[in-house]
């Protein structure tokens, strides 16, 4: 199963940008879907930006024309550029990815989480 680890989250004022890392080790051949999510306090976990490997991408509404997910093959890194960030931003954002080898099932696999903290 494919190990994920973030980074790059912090506080920052309102209008300001951050970019999140999140490094894949292990056998990272049957991912096909890559994505950040996002939890607020008090609040259930929600999509911010998924791509696949055949090239779809969405965005959460909170968050289109403001951040861009992106991915770094021969690293292994996906990336999250956050731009003109909000107070109703802050979360904790987690990375993650979906695995599928063959015909077995689908299984997902999430990171530990980094802190993105808007002041206003």
């Known amino acids: 199963q494919v190990q994920l680890l973030e980074s790059g989250g912090g506080l920052v004022q309102a209008g300001g940008s951050l970019r999140l890392s999140c490094a894949a080790s292990?056998?990272?051949?049957?991912?096909?879907?890559v994505g950040w999510y996002r939890q607020a306090p008090g609040k259930e976990r929600e999509l911010v930006a998924a791509?696949?490997?055949?090239?779809?991408?969405n965005y959460g509404d909170a968050v289109k024309g403001r951040f861009t997910i992106s991915t770094d093959n021969p690293k292994n890194t996906l990336y999250l550029q956050m731009n003109g960030l909000k107070p109703e931003d802050t979360a904790v954002y987690y990375c993650?990815?979906?695995?599928?080898?063959?015909?077995?099932?689908?299984?997902?696999?999430w990171g530990q989480g980094t802190q993105v903290t808007v002041s206003s």
């Open positions: 791509t696949t490997a055949g090239g779809s991408t």
């Open positions: 993650n990815v979906r695995e599928q080898c063959g015909t077995d099932a689908q299984s997902t696999s």
């Open positions: 292990g056998d990272t051949t049957c991912i096909f879907g």
